[in-house]
């Protein structure tokens, strides 16, 4: 009697497809993934920026989705955003969102470097 054949060792990025005996692609956002290309069992947080949430690999704060299918960095005054770097969907707590902008709040105002600088003791806005 002869031992059945193993099962195929899949790569990164691939997986196990019982029923084709061979290994499919995973979803673009997964790393890993088991079943079907769309359950993620691990996501690429150093290359692509991304971080599980159940089975699905979701981009990182401060990141958002690309056509090409990676995650890019926002704007730095951005907590999140979508679509472009500076269309912000929320903010850092010194800031405050204003339509997509991130804007420093009252009594504080954006130096060169963007970071959030109190105003001086008698103004509210500066």
Do not use: W
């Not at 790569?11 to 692609?25: M, P, T, V």
């Not at 991304?50 to 699905?56: K, P, Q, T």
């Not at 999140?80 to 800031?95: E, G």
Request: charged residues 10%; aromatic residues 8%.
């Amino acid at each position: 009697m002869g031992t059945a054949p193993k099962p195929c060792t899949c790569i990164q990025r691939y997986f196990e497809n019982n029923n084709a005996l061979l290994c499919d692609s995973c979803h673009y956002s997964c790393l890993t993934c088991s079943t079907i290309s769309t359950n993620c069992t691990s996501c690429d947080s150093t290359t692509n920026f991304r971080y599980a949430s159940g089975n699905l690999c979701l981009c990182m704060t401060h990141h958002y989705e690309v056509y090409a299918q990676t995650c890019a960095t926002c704007v730095s005054t951005c907590q999140n955003c979508s679509v472009n770097p500076n269309n912000c969907t929320s903010c850092y707590s010194d800031r405050t969102l204003v339509g997509s902008i991130c804007r420093c709040k009252d009594g504080t105002y954006s130096d060169i470097l963007d970071v959030c600088q109190p105003c001086h003791y008698y103004c509210k806005t500066c």
